[in-house]
Nanobody, 124 residues
Framework: QVQLMESGGGLVQPGGSLRLSCVAS????????MGWYRQAPGKQRELVAT???????NYTASVKGRFTISRFNIKNTVNLQMNSLKPEDTAVYYC??????????????????WGQGTQVSVSS
């Protein structure tokens, strides 16, 4: 299978910045789109930003101009630079990847993978 490991969450004051990173490892055959989702208390998980293997990006409206997603294909890494953070950005942030992995007996299987999540808190 494929494992995703996030890092970089924490507590920051409004207007501050954080950088999240996610590394994919395991029986990777290929990674296509990667992205970040978030879930605030009492709310559904929502898409924050995605990036394809070719570098095309997509952002939810509330973070456009403040967040930047980037990836390093060789190392199967995706980053999220978050600037001008607001209290409403407080949530658990999850890394997501879509791709294929090596299964039993050498078969290549499709999969959608999730990290464990990292807490981002924006408060004064």
């Amino acid at each position: 299978q494929v494992q995703l490991m996030e890092s970089g969450g924490g507590l920051v004051q409004p207007g501050g910045s954080l950088r999240l990173s996610c590394v994919a490892s395991g029986s990777i055959f290929s990674i296509n789109a990667m992205g970040w989702y978030r879930q605030a208390p009492g709310k559904q998980r929502e898409l924050v930003a995605t990036i394809t293997s070719e570098g095309s990006t997509n952002y939810t409206a509330s973070v456009k101009g403040r967040f930047t997603i980037s990836r390093f294909n060789i190392k199967n890494t995706v980053n999220l630079q978050m600037n001008s953070l607001k209290p409403e950005d407080t949530a658990v942030y999850y890394c997501n990847a879509d791709g294929r992995h090596w299964g039993p007996s050498g078969w290549v299987l499709p999969g959608n993978y999730w990290g464990q999540g990292t807490q981002v808190s924006v408060s004064s």
